[in-house]
């Protein structure tokens, strides 16, 4: 199993920014559709962002759209996510997970690979 590592979680106010880095090892993430999940308490996972092994960058929730993208590092082996203007209903636990597929999907249950989660609150 892939072994991905969530980090950049925290406490932020409203209209502040966070960059989640989503790392990988003994693995090439550009070789992998890369998600971006949260899950806020008592609510189901939904799909946050997705960026392709071609690139393709997608967003699922018209909210976050112009406030959150999605990048890769090649470099670095590290995905990104950098959320802007965050609102306190972005408080959750962020994940992101790998699917050797060529596509964004928003689904779930075909990215078979999930880091542990990090943690982000909005809060004043």
């Known amino acids: 199993q892939l072994q991905l590592v969530e980090s950049g979680g925290g406490l932020v106010q409203p209209g502040g920014s966070l960059r989640l880095s989503c790392a990988a090892s003994?693995?090439?993430?550009?070789?992998?559709?890369i998600g971006w999940f949260r899950q806020a308490p008592g609510k189901e996972r939904e799909a946050v962002s997705c960026?392709?092994?071609?690139?393709?960058?997608?967003n699922y929730v018209d909210s976050m759209k112009g406030r959150f993208t999605i990048s890769r590092d090649k470099a670095k082996n590290t995905v990104y996510l950098q959320m802007n203007s965050l609102k306190p209903e972005d408080t959750a636990v962020y994940y992101c997970?790998?699917?050797?597929?060529?596509?964004?999907?928003?689904?779930?249950?075909?990215?078979?690979?999930w880091g542990q989660g990090t943690q982000v609150t909005v809060s004043s």
């Open positions: 997970a790998a699917a050797s597929i060529s596509l964004c999907v928003s689904l779930a249950t075909l990215f078979p690979s």
């Open positions: 003994g693995f090439t993430l550009d070789n992998y559709t």
């Open positions: 960026i392709s092994t071609k690139g393709i960058h997608a």
